[in-house]
C-alpha cells in the first residue's frame, strides 16, 4: 500500500509538472520556435522559381512580379497587426494557416496542370495570399513572446527569427524525406506542413504576465546553443548531399535528426519549469477596460485629503489624439504618432533600401548563377548557404545588439548602418563578377539580410512601445516589398530582360511567343547590382541620420520604465491578495458571529 502511495504521489507530480509546462510562458516560447521554423516560405522562392517558371512559361520580369507579390504578401502584415490588437493570438493564426494552405495549395494546383492555367494576375493573388500567412505566424508568436519577455526583446526576436532563416533549410530536409525527388511537390508541402503546426498550437501561444527571471538570459543562451547545433548539422548535410547523392532511406535519417534536434528545446523548456512556479497567465478576454468617468469616480473615492499622496487622474490619448505631439522616445505612442514621426521615416526609408536590396539578390540568386555559368549543384548550394547564414545574421544580430547594447550603450540603428555596408560588398562582388564571388556574396547578403530584421523590429519597439507594437512592427515590415518593386522589378527584372533581348538579336533569333528570356554573361546582372549598391548606401546615410536623433535615448535605461510596471503589477497583485484575505475573514466572523 505504500508503495502505491509513492507511485500514486510520483504520477500525481508528474501529471502536474507536464500541466505547468504546457500552461507556462516556456512552452509558448517552444511552440513560437516550431511556427517559426515552417513559415519561412517566401525565402525558398530561389528553389522553386524555376518549377513556376519553366512549367507556366513566364519570362524573367513576369517571375520577379511574382516576386514583388509574394514579398508584398510577406510583408503587408498590417492588417494581421490590427486583428491582433483586438482579439487573442490564435485567431491571428487561424487565419494565417487558412491563408497559407489557400495561397500554396493553388500554385500547386497550377503547376501541375490539375487545373486550366492561371493568368498572372491570378498567380500574383494567390502567391501574395499565401505569403501573406508568414505575417500572421510572426504577429501570432513573435509579438507575443516579445510581450511575455519586454527585457530581453533583442535576444528574443534575434532567435525567433533565427528560425525563421532556418525554415528553408529545415523545410528542404523534410521535403527530400518525404518526397525525394519530385519538385513540384514542395510547393505542396509548402502549403500543409506551416498551416498544420500554427493549427495545433492555436491555444498555447498567448499573453502572459511579464515576471523576470534571474536566469531568464541563460536560458535563452541554452537555446541558442541548441539552434547553433541545428544550424551546423544542417550545413554538414548540404555540403554532403551535394557531393554525395543520398537515398530516400538516406534523407529520412537526416531528416528524424533534424527533428530530434528541433524538439530538444523542449527537454530546457522542462527544467526551467521544474526549477520554478507555474506562471499565471493573462485571458486578453478577462482584461476590463477602464474608461476616464470610472477613473475619476475611482480617484474622488481613493483620495484622502489628510494623506499626502493622491490618486492622480490619467488620461488615454486616443489614437487620432497628437499626433504630431507623439510623447518621448521609449513611451507608447500611438499608431498615427508613430507612423507620421520623423524616426520612423528614417527607418522606414533605411530598411526599403537596405532589405529591398538583399531581397533582390536572394531572389534572384537562381538566375545569377545561370548567367554567371555556375552548375546547378551549386546554384542549389547558394540558396542553401543564403538560408544558413540568413539564421546567423539574426541571431548574431539579436544577442549580440542586446549584449552591447546593455554593457556598453552601442545603439541598435548604428549596428543596422553597419550591416548595410557590409551589405554593398556582397553587391559588389555580383555586379562585378569576381571568380567564385558569388559563394562569398551568398554568405555576405544572407548574413546581412537577416540582421536587418531582428534589428528593425527591435528598434521599433524600444522608440514607440509595446502597446501598438503588433501593427507598428508590420508597418515596418512593409519597407520590404516596397523595396523590392523598385530594385527587383524596375530594376533588376527589367534590366535582365532588356540584356536577354539584346543578346538574341546580335545572334539573329527572333523570339518565339511565350518563350521564356535568358540571359548569358556578367553583363546580366551587372548594372543592376551597381544600382542596388548606389541605393544601399544612401540608405546607410539614411540611417546614420537615426543614430544621431537616438543616440541620447540608446545612452540611458531604455527597460527602466518596463521594471517600474513589474514592481506595481506585483504590488498591486500582493494588495488584492491581502484584500481577499481580509475579506474571507470577515465572511468567517460573520458565520462565527451568527452561529
Not at 194 to 218: D, H, W
Request: aromatic share 14%.
Amino acid at each position: 500500500m505504500a508503495v502505491e502511495g509513492v507511485n500514486s504521489l510520483r504520477l500525481s507530480q508528474t501529471k502536474n509538472l507536464i500541466i505547468q509546462v504546457i500552461t507556462g510562458r516556456w512552452f509558448v516560447v517552444f511552440a513560437s520556435f516550431l511556427i517559426m521554423s515552417a513559415s519561412g516560405a517566401t525565402y525558398m522562392f530561389g528553389l522553386y522559381s524555376s518549377t513556376i517558371k519553366t512549367s507556366l512559361a513566364y519570362d524573367q520580369t513576369t517571375l520577379n512580379l511574382l516576386s514583388f507579390f509574394k514579398d508584398l504578401g510577406g510583408n503587408l502584415g498590417v492588417f494581421s497587426g490590427l486583428i491582433n490588437e483586438i482579439t487573442p493570438p490564435y485567431v491571428v493564426l487561424a487565419i494565417g494557416s487558412l491563408l497559407n494552405f489557400f495561397g500554396y495549395f493553388m500554385i500547386w494546383l497550377a503547376v501541375t496542370k490539375k487545373i486550366p492555367k492561371p493568368k498572372v494576375w491570378q498567380m500574383c493573388l494567390y502567391i501574395c495570399i499565401g505569403a501573406n500567412s508568414q505575417s500572421f505566424s510572426n504577429t501570432g508568436s513573435l509579438v507575443t513572446c516579445v510581450k511575455n519577455f519586454p527585457e530581453t526583446r533583442g535576444v528574443v526576436l534575434g532567435i525567433l527569427k533565427g528560425y525563421v532563416g532556418l525554415s528553408g533549410a529545415i523545410i528542404t530536409q523534410l521535403y527530400s524525406a518525404i518526397y525525394f525527388d519530385d519538385p513540384k511537390a514542395l510547393i505542396l508541402l509548402i502549403a500543409w506542413l506551416p498551416a498544420a503546426i500554427s493549427f495545433l498550437f492555436l491555444r498555447t501561444i498567448r499573453y502572459m504576465k511579464p515576471v523576470k527571471q534571474n536566469n531568464e538570459l541563460g536560458v535563452f543562451y541554452k537555446f541558442l546553443y541548441i539552434s547553433l547545433g541545428l544550424a551546423g548539422f544542417l550545413m554538414v548535410m548540404i555540403i554532403l548531399q551535394k557531393k554525395v547523392s543520398f537515398k530516400q532511406s538516406e534523407y529520412i535519417g537526416s531528416a528524424s535528426v533534424v527533428l530530434i534536434l528541433l524538439f530538444l528545446p523542449l527537454a530546457v523548456v522542462f527544467v526551467e519549469q521544474k526549477k520554478s512556479q507555474k506562471l499565471a497567465f493573462v485571458d486578453p478576454f478577462s482584461v476590463k477596460i477602464v474608461t476616464d468617468q470610472e477613473v475619476k469616480e475611482s480617484a474622488a473615492k481613493n483620495c484622502d485629503t489628510n494623506a499626502m499622496v493622491c490618486v492622480v487622474e490619467v488620461k488615454e490619448t486616443r489614437w487620432w489624439q497628437n499626433i504630431f505631439s507623439p510623447p518621448e522616445q521609449g513611451e507608447d505612442f500611438t499608431i498615427l504618432q508613430a507612423l507620421f514621426s520623423i524616426d520612423m521615416l528614417l527607418l522606414f526609408f533605411a530598411g526599403t533600401c537596405g532589405v529591398g536590396g538583399t531581397l533582390t539578390a536572394i531572389d534572384n540568386l537562381g538566375q545569377i548563377g545561370t548567367s554567371l555559368g555556375y552548375p546547378k549543384t551549386s546554384i542549389s548550394t547558394f540558396v542553401s548557404l543564403v538560408s544558413i547564414w540568413n539564421y546567423l545574421g539574426r541571431v548574431f544580430s539579436g544577442f549580440v545588439s542586446e549584449h552591447v547594447l546593455t554593457k556598453y550603450k552601442f545603439p541598435r540603428p548604428l549596428m543596422f548602418t553597419l550591416i548595410m555596408f557590409l551589405s554593398c560588398v556582397g553587391h559588389l562582388l555580383i555586379a562585378f563578377d569576381v571568380q567564385n564571388g558569388i559563394y562569398f556574396a551568398s554568405v555576405i547578403i544572407g548574413f546581412c539580410f537577416g540582421a536587418q530584421w531582428p534589428l528593425v523590429f527591435a528598434i521599433i519597439s524600444e522608440l514607440f512601445g509595446l502597446k501598438y507594437y503588433s501593427t507598428l512592427m508590420n508597418f515596418g515590415g512593409v519597407a520590404s516589398p516596397i523595396g523590392l518593386y523598385f530594385l527587383n522589378v524596375r530594376v533588376a527584372g527589367h534590366l535582365y530582360d532588356k540584356e536577354a533581348k539584346r543578346q538574341l538579336i546580335e545572334k539573329g533569333v527572333k523570339r518565339k511567343l511565350g518563350q521564356e528570356l535568358n540571359c548569358v554573361g556578367a553583363s546580366c546582372f551587372r548594372l543592376s547590382f551597381i544600382i542596388i549598391t548606389a541605393a544601399t548606401l544612401f540608405g546607410a546615410i539614411i540611417s546614420l541620420i537615426l543614430v544621431a536623433r537616438t543616440n541620447k535615448f540608446y545612452k540611458g535605461d531604455i527597460y527602466k520604465r518596463y521594471r517600474s510596471e513589474q514592481v506595481e503589477v506585483e504590488g498591486a497583485t500582493a494588495e488584492m491578495t491581502v484584500v481577499q484575505n481580509d475579506g474571507k475573514r470577515g465572511k468567517e466572523e460573520a458565520k462565527a458571529t451568527v452561529m
